[in-house]
């Protein structure tokens, strides 16, 4: 059983819940009809809010741990940014009243360290494509000690039981702790934890491949080969963000790639884009790797520098898709 009344566990399950609901309400009030092409202004706001708000309630709980986030003010502080600061305050408001605009790009700003012994790594809103079209995007907290994960938060405002796409549902609250599992609740209404486990297939025609919409960080094409290599009959799963460990740990899927793209060849992933995921995924009895089948090192800063691409399964399939992977010059 997973002992949800640890600081860390309270404190990480708060937090990412309260942001995830935030940004809900950002996609909700300024994504519409009238959005134009090429305006990420939302996922911007709704960016900075979440990280303001995390970084503020973690220096209320641990004020003396560090947080690895993705953003950072300069923009924000720029001249004519004015309108778009006080946006952000006011979203930052709605959960922390009196905040003033100074205090919210200090706080954004309190996520610039670097790994330490002991931190936390925020991704505020992965799936940014998925946020603008109203679909899957996700909240990202994790806590990593002397390099290793111990404990994981994702907030999936757009999944139901952490798995099934629900535009209109309660939204799914997942959480990982090491040797404690993988559980998820209601985001809107938390209640009673259900466990998560990985799929049982072990049939490489049978897995199902969790796929992004945006493929700028992978190499689309390999994955087309690599699935007509296994033979794999089922269609992919196709949706963005960290939402698919969410879904891999709940038997929804049982396989991610993350391949090194073409056009970059020397990227090597933020370690906020995969830490919360991670051990969820192996909590709920899947695997994940680089693609060279090496454990993935968190303690290198604030890249996987050390790793190539990811390679996430249910843990049976794993050794073949890394085989094939392999062969395929991936």
């Known amino acids: 059983m ?35 092409k090429g305006d990420r202004s939302p996922v911007t706001v709704a960016d900075f809010a979440s990280q303001a708000l995390v970084s503020c309630l973690l220096a209320q709980d641990f004020p003396n741990d560090a947080l690895v986030g993705e953003e950072d003010s300069k923009d924000l502080r720029s001249p004519g940014q004015e309108p778009m600061l006080a946006r952000v305050t006011g ?11 100074e205090q919210v790009c200090a706080w954004i700003d309190r996520g610039g360290a670097e790994s330490a012994a002991r931190f936390w790594t925020l991704d505020p809103i992965d799936g940014t494509k998925g946020f603008l079209r109203g679909d899957q995007y996700a909240v990202a ?15 999936c405002p757009n999944l139901t039981d952490a798995y099934l796409p629900d535009l209109n549902g309660p ?30 297939v072990q049939d490489p025609k049978k897995l199902r491949v969790l796929r992004s919409f945006e493929a700028g960080h992978t190499d689309a094409g390999l994955v087309d080969t690599f699935s007509l290599s296994l033979g794999i009959e089922s269609q992919p799963v196709r949706m963005d963000s960290q939402a698919k460990y969410a879904v891999l740990a709940a038997g929804g899927g049982e396989l991610i790639l993350r391949l090194l793209s073409p056009e970059k060849p020397d990227y090597r992933e933020k370690i906020w884009d995969q830490a919360a995921g991670s051990i969820i995924v192996e909590e709920a009895g899947g695997r994940i790797s ?15 520098k050390n790793n190539r691409g990811v390679l996430a399964s249910n843990g049976h399939l794993h050794a073949i898709a890394q085989q094939t992977l392999k062969e395929l010059g991936a």
């Open 2 to 36: 997973i002992n949800l009344n640890t600081p860390e566990t309270k404190f990480a399950l708060q937090a990412v819940r309260q942001a995830s609901l935030l940004v809900k309400q950002v996609q909700a009030e300024l994504i519409g009809t009238a959005l134009t």
């Open 91 to 101: 979203f930052v408001q709605r959960a922390l009243p009196g905040a003033t605009p």
């Open 141 to 155: 907290l994790a806590l990593v000690v002397d390099g290793q994960v111990q404990l994981g938060v994702l907030g």
């Open 171 to 200: 939204g799914s609250l997942v959480v990982g702790v090491r040797g404690q599992g993988a559980w998820t609740t209601s985001l809107v209404e938390p209640g009673p934890f259900t466990q998560l486990h990985a799929s049982q």
């Open 290 to 304: 680089d693609l060279s089948g090496q454990k993935l090192d968190f303690a290198q800063g604030r890249t996987l």
